[in-house]
């Protein structure tokens, strides 16, 4: 099946730092998301993201599909935003999402 | 809208008993999933079903069964539970390949 890695697995920063997390892919994909884990387990959907570049405020992310990877973008970070950052994709023709093993973030005041 | 709904939030079960967690979503989506997450894991499938009365196995189907009597119902039934099988159990649904996918708040599940 299709391989997902994300790196870094653990960050710490400052509060109003930026970060970029990593996520790449061993197949051509046709959905790929990112999501937020929030300390309560809620799962909340960042991005739908299978190519191109979006942008949501203070996040945005961009997917290059030739090269198999995608990256998250988190600008001015606060607090809220501590959580584990999980990307997950399908490949051409599947449902099934797989997941990675997701970015821990921590952001300290 | 009230999105992917999934009932109960939390479970306690003793080894051997059987119990089902239900999943509802209100969006018309074909396309509904089961997924477990383990402590310190990402989410990984159980079953999922394209349509009305079709089902699949995902990556980690044993001990679970599944059924898709309506488009809006996919319920999870764990047959025997085993210790084994504590974790958070998520829903998820979509329109269908390709589409993004939403995922109900979780089912924490404990058997002791």
């Known amino acids: 099946g299709i391989q997902v890695e994300q790196s870094p697995p653990d960050l710490i920063l400052q509060e109003g730092a930026n970060s970029t997390l990593r996520c790449n892919f061993s197949d051509s994909v046709n959905n790929l998301q990112w999501f937020h884990q929030n300390p309560w387990g809620q799962l909340i959907n960042l991005f739908y993201i299978p190519s191109g570049t979006k942008q949501n405020g203070r996040l945005s992310a961009t997917t290059v599909a030739t090269e198999r990877y995608s990256l998250l973008y988190i600008s001015s970070s606060q607090t809220t935003d501590s959580g584990v950052y999980f990307c997950?994709?399908?490949?051409?023709?599947?449902?099934?999402?797989?997941f990675g093993t997701g970015t821990r973030l921590t952001i300290i005041p | 809208n009230a999105g992917v709904t999934q009932t109960p939030k939390f479970q306690v079960l003793k080894t051997g008993q059987s119990m089902t967690l239900q999943c509802a979503q209100d969006m018309n989506h074909e396309y509904m999933s089961w997924y477990r997450q383990d402590p310190g894991m990402g989410l990984r499938l159980i079953h999922y079903?394209?349509?009305?009365?079709?089902?699949d196995q995902g990556e980690v189907p044993n001990g679970y069964n599944v059924s898709r009597s309506t488009t809006e119902d996919f319920p999870l039934r764990l047959l025997s539970a085993a210790p084994s099988q504590t974790s958070v159990y998520f829903c998820?649904?979509?329109?269908?390949?390709?589409?993004?996918?939403?995922f109900g708040p979780g089912t924490r599940l404990t058997v002791l």
């Open positions: 079903s394209v349509g009305a009365g079709i089902t």
């Open positions: 997950a994709l399908a490949p051409f023709g599947n449902e099934k999402l797989t």
């Open positions: 998820a649904s979509s329109y269908g390949a390709g589409n993004e996918q939403f």
